[in-house]
């Protein structure tokens, strides 16, 4: 499933969304990378904010990275985690995975396979917050959420040292 513009308006309002200008990054992204009509959420907390305040990164702003033998490659900036402006969310141009940034350290660590899995994650956990019913009911929503998005995304789940695992690890761990 991919999640519209039309379901991130109706959970997080017409200001809680922002459309990516794919027009401006027609020149980096390879066909396809993006689906029609990209949006992401302005925020979701403690998950992700499009607010970003690294110095010298702006949303949406193009990163030319070398990792390795492969040569450099383009990275356009989605966003980052609301808790460390140094961890960006960067689109791969190539391949469309999401990727988290640590600009501290810098270390690459894989979050999803397609900007739409990485929306599709951040929906149903904004939706999740929404509705957040605490403790035991917490927990098994959030299970049958990962049960659901590991069929979208089964390579979020892979390491369970992954930013994903770790997010619902401790969502799982409130049934006190």
């Not at 110095?55 to 949406?60: E, Q, S």
Request: hydrophobic residues 50%; charged residues 20%; without cysteine.
């Amino acid at each position: 499933m991919s999640v519209s513009l039309a379901e991130l308006t109706a959970l997080w309002g017409a200001d809680g969304v922002i459309e990516v200008p794919a027009g401006l990054l027609g020149d980096v992204l390879t066909p396809g990378v993006l689906p029609a009509g990209a949006a992401l959420p302005v925020e979701v907390p403690i998950l992700f904010t499009a607010d970003v305040t690294a110095p010298g990164m702006t949303p949406f702003g193009k990163l030319k990275i070398e990792i390795g033998d492969e040569g450099p490659r383009m990275y356009v900036i989605l966003g980052s985690s609301p808790d460390d402006a140094q961890m960006l969310y960067i689109l791969d141009s190539q391949n469309g995975s999401v990727i988290l940034l640590d600009l501290s350290t810098p270390n690459f660590e894989h979050v999803n396979a397609s900007f739409a899995a990485f929306v599709e994650f951040l929906y149903r956990l904004g939706q999740l917050i929404a509705t957040d019913p605490g403790g035991r009911a917490r927990a098994e929503v959030a299970a049958a959420i990962r049960a659901e998005l590991t069929r979208v995304d089964p390579s979020a789940f892979t390491d369970p040292e992954s930013w994903w695992s770790i997010a619902f690890d401790q969502l799982e761990s409130t049934a006190a």
